[in-house]
């Protein structure tokens, strides 16, 4: 008889399968997981990754020294999440836009739409938005509401400490 619930192995391709009530709940294809039934190679989860990035800001015409620069991701198939935790201080010019890079994947390319998604504690008195621009590692730092750019002197001294999930490419 079927399987009602359980993990089969061994036959053919695929050769593990996890049933549940008689129906395949996943199973191995094509190097990765499939949900279901489903057997199309560009539906299987087949990248999982983790690992640290350094995270660092960029300005035109500063230069910045850390006190903290930590960061982490996960991939999951096409997703990235990243967290980051800096401090740092810029000198030179600090009157320029910021933005957060060495994102540790290229953003894939979403025509005009840019990304954003996450959580962000920062000390200033400042709102920053970054967000993830198309075929990036970087994320723009913006004044959430506006139009508006972060400057350099507004982040610099300040805990940037939070994390982005994107799309890559």
Do not use: M
């Not at 190097?31 to 300005?59: K, M, Q």
């Not at 290229?106 to 962000?120: E, I």
Request: net charge neutral; glycine share 14%; aromatic share 12%.
């Amino acid at each position: 008889g079927s399987l009602k619930t359980g993990i089969q192995v061994g036959g053919a391709a695929p050769n593990v399968k996890l049933h549940y009530n008689g129906a395949v709940a996943c199973s191995t294809q094509s190097g990765g997981i499939a949900f279901g039934t489903d057997t199309a190679a560009a539906n299987t989860l087949d990248d999982y990754e983790t690992g640290t990035w350094t995270p660092t800001f960029t300005s035109t015409g500063a230069t910045w020294a850390y006190a903290s620069q930590y960061g982490s991701y996960v991939k999951v198939g096409g997703f990235v999440q990243v967290q980051f935790y800096l401090l740092a201080t810029a000198s030179g010019t600090t009157t320029n836009g910021v933005s957060l890079t060495g994102l540790p994947y290229t953003s894939v390319n979403l025509n005009a739409y840019h990304q954003s998604g996450g959580g962000l504690w920062f000390s200033g008195s400042v709102d920053p938005q970054p967000l993830v621009g198309n075929n990036s590692t970087s994320a723009t730092i913006w004044k959430k509401g506006t139009v508006t750019l972060c400057l350099a002197s507004e982040i610099s001294g300040k805990y940037f400490v939070g994390s982005l999930t994107y799309r890559a490419s």
